[in-house]
């Protein structure tokens, strides 16, 4: 059982495509398997243009402490399955990463073709770890910025994430709640999410639980009173009351008033109590029932809502002046319903000091050049201004910042659009972090333990952009550009390669 379980946990960090240890095996044949290498997880665009929030970092740490303590034994056990060129199935076997990683910290707001995480490494070991670091960062990256989407409509309503039954397999039901509350959810309903990152869960009741008293308005008052009778003193006393089983207006809510009354809960209950609508019209049948309970004298009760809802139907919820008082969302965020494929791509940016370059026909496919880092750039009322992307060695424009002196921050394709940052009308942050190095954890990788604290990080960065570049709907373009040497050390290699094509 131990045996399998540690299989299990291996298969994650070799959750491969069989092409990346192909090549591998090629490099180990040409003995350039330790040449050191620097690759890059980036996006290219996101749902609505706009940014997107980052999570999966922790996750993907996690592969390389699996990756180093797992015994050379148990990996040839799992590799010499699938592996069959001896020398390559040596070299897995012995593998540990001795590599740099950096990263964005989980809840950074990012924007596209920054590097989220970098990984420095000798060839083969950064190689391998494409596949399962994007499988991580792809997945909990859309649902955290769907999160971020959807809590930004709900403003400053609550919305709690319970879409587990629709996501796409254990791993997805459990990080993808971890991703949905670093993006802004409030509550979530997964029991093991609760158990992993310590964000306790919530839940009420189903449909079938009244069901399961009969049918008609004597069972669903029958399921009330139970409900109530056992869930007030308990830990979690949480009192919601699912009243559209039969029919919200003539059943449901008078049922739901009358059991509260009957068992003694009213305004002065310490818990939090209410209804749950969920099928029908919301906006209509939730002013009625608001109209119900306070004139019943339950004006603290809270109005729960659902029934496939997103960012768009929230909106109208409120343009509708719909009294409710939050907001559940299940596979709209659980698995990122309108935008799914995050997009996210994991390509080398150089090879033993030597920055290489991706050109392609679509502008967008072109990659930056060389191992970067990022800086955010504020005005003196602390909001975003602008991103920019350096090298980490040898730039002008990166000394310019550390010391807080005059630089020009430019458009890549526009000369024309250029902005000229005065000392001491600025400041400065660096969104890269060192998480790994040399093959060990640094101090900074145990802040990741904590998903609530990683919410706090994201929403205390949304302040800090504008509102017009936090719009659901055509988001005022945010400022992201490439330094003056990076900028010519990309141009200089597209005219390298443009001069081939020309001879």
């Known amino acids: 059982m131990e045996a399998n379980r ?69 990996k040839r056990k799992y590799f010499q399955e699938i592996i069959h060129e001896p020398k390559l199935l040596d070299y897995l076997s012995k593998l540990r990463f001795t590599g740099d990683l950096y990263a964005m910290r989980e809840g950074e707001i990012v924007y596209a073709n920054e590097p989220v995480i970098s990984i420095k490494a000798p060839l083969v070991q950064a190689k391998i770890l494409e596949t399962p670091l994007l499988n991580i960062m792809n997945m909990q990256m859309a649902i955290a910025t769907k999160a971020s989407r959807v809590t930004r409509a709900a403003y400053p309503l609550e919305v709690s994430s319970f879409g587990s039954r629709r996501a796409h397999g254990f791993d997805s039901a459990v990080s993808g709640t971890k991703a949905s509350i670093i993006g802004g959810c409030t509550s979530h309903s997964n029991l093991v999410a609760e158990y992993k990152y310590g964000v306790p869960s919530v839940g009420t009741m189903a449909h079938s639980y009244i069901q399961t008293f009969g049918v008609g308005k004597k069972a669903e008052k029958e399921a009330f009173d139970m409900f109530i009778k056992y869930r007030r003193e308990r830990k979690a006393n949480a009192l919601i009351l699912l009243i559209d089983t039969y029919n919200t207006m003539k059943i449901g809510i008078k049922n739901a008033i009358k059991s509260f009354k009957d068992n003694g809960i009213d305004d002065n209950y310490p818990g939090v109590y209410g209804v749950r609508i969920d099928s029908g019209d919301l906006a209509y049948l939730s002013k009625k029932c608001r109209a119900e309970l306070d004139k019943a004298g339950l004006k603290k009760a809270k109005i729960f809502l659902t029934n496939g809802l997103n960012e768009d139907l929230i909106k109208s919820l409120k343009e509708q002046k719909a009294c409710g008082d939050i907001f559940g969302v299940g596979d709209a965020i659980a698995v990122s319903k309108s935008n799914p494929c995050f997009g996210g791509v994991y390509k080398i940016v150089e090879i033993e ?38 090298l980490v060695n040898g730039d002008i424009d990166k000394e310019k910042i550390l010391a807080k002196e005059e630089f020009r921050t430019q458009d890549e394709t526009n000369e024309l659009k250029y902005s000229i940052l005065h000392k001491g009308q600025y400041s400065y942050e660096k969104l890269t ?71």
């Open 433 to 503: 972090r060192s998480y790994v190095i040399d093959g060990k954890f640094t101090d900074e990788y145990n802040e990741l333990d904590d998903v609530l604290k990683s919410q706090k990080y994201y929403l205390n960065k949304l302040k800090k952009i504008s509102n017009e570049r936090k719009r659901l709907e055509f988001p005022h373009k945010y400022k992201v550009n490439l330094s003056k040497d990076l900028r010519e050390l990309k141009y200089s290699l597209i005219e390298k390669v443009t001069a081939e094509v020309s001879e």
């Open 6 to 74: 540690v299989l299990t946990d291996f298969a994650r960090v070799i959750n491969s495509d069989r092409y990346q240890y192909t090549e591998s095996d090629i490099f180990i044949m040409e003995n350039s398997q330790e040449r050191e290498a620097v690759f890059d997880m980036f996006f290219r665009k996101t749902e609505d243009n706009g940014f997107a929030v980052v999570s999966g970092v922790k996750e993907v740490i996690d592969l390389i402490k699996i990756l180093n303590e797992t015994s050379e034994e148990e």
């Open 353 to 390: 000091d030597q920055p290489v370059i991706k050109l392609s026909e679509d502008t967008i496919k072109i990659s930056n050049p060389g191992f970067k880092e990022v800086y955010r750039i504020y005005d003196k009322k602390g909001i975003a201004y602008a991103d920019v992307i350096t």
